[in-house]
T-cell receptor, first 112, second 115 residues
Framework: KAGVTQTPRYLIKTRGQQVTLSCSPISGHRSVSWYQQTPGQGLQFLFEYFSETQRNKGNFPGRFSGRQFSNSRSEMNVSTLELGDSALYLC???????????FGPGTRLTVT | AQSVTQLDSQVPVFEEAPVELRCNYSSSVSVYLFWYVQYPNQGLQLLLKYLSGSTLVKGINGFEAEFNKSQTSFHLRKPSVHISDTAEYFCAVSEAETSGSRLTFGEGTQLTVNP
């Protein structure tokens, strides 16, 4: 089986812009979670989607949003980018909520 | 809410020496415990997990961890490390019943294996 794929792998955006990141889970996996990794804050949970419904949400401002499609692919969107949004964004998929998670390679976002 | 503390930010060790990476957690409910490894420019890979049962958990690449409920610890060990074990290691917890896939991570321990 193919692993979790994330596109794009690298992205440079300007402050104030918006960005959309994509995650394709392992075939058959219905849960997708997103994490932000920064040197200062470490790994922080953003949200989890299961069967197209947001099941859980971390402590991030409303500028961070996501969705999941019927094929389980997920996107996350960050609007009005700030310099502090520069991070590695990791996606993880699981067959079910609470199951073993498989992480993708991440999308490295740089905001200038 | 739960929290995770990894007691060492950096651990240098010589090849073939034993290593222990320490992790303490705090939670008011039952938790599941995990160790992940991250190699440069890659995502996270699960090394091992504790859900229930035996407190000694064996994982991939020769790693093992012991769950100690009274000390709220979940330390990771390997009896003999290789150069290829150089990476960042993360301890994580999730609430057993309610948090779904939500993981709370520690700040990470950079393991550097020197020849």
């Amino acid at each position: 089986k193919a692993g979790v794929t994330q596109t794009p792998r690298y992205l440079i955006k300007t402050r104030g812009q918006q960005v959309t990141l994509s995650c394709s889970p392992i075939s058959g996996h219905r849960s997708v979670s997103w994490y932000q990794q920064t040197p200062g804050q470490g790994l922080q949970f953003l949200f989890e989607y299961f069967s197209e419904t947001q099941r859980n949400k971390g402590n991030f401002p409303g500028r961070f949003s996501g969705r999941q499609f019927s094929n389980s692919r997920s996107e996350m969107n960050v609007s009005t980018l700030e310099l502090g949004d520069s991070a590695l964004y990791l996606c993880a998929s699981s067959p079910r909520t609470g199951g073993k998670q498989y992480f993708g390679p991440g999308t490295r976002l740089t905001v200038t | 809410a739960q929290s995770v503390t990894q007691l060492d930010s950096q651990v240098p060790v010589f090849e073939e020496a034993p290593v222990e990476l320490r992790c303490n957690y705090s939670s008011s409910v039952s938790v599941y415990l995990f160790w992940y490894v991250q190699y440069p420019n890659q995502g996270l890979q699960l090394l091992l997990k504790y859900l229930s049962g035996s407190t000694l958990v064996k994982g991939i690449n020769g790693f093992e961890a012991e769950f100690n409920k009274s000390q709220t610890s979940f330390h990771l060990r390997k009896p003999s490390v290789h150069i290829s074990d150089t990476a960042e290691y993360f301890c994580a917890v999730s609430e057993a019943e309610t948090s779904g896939s939500r993981l709370t991570f520690g700040e990470g321990t950079q393991l550097t294996v020197n020849p």
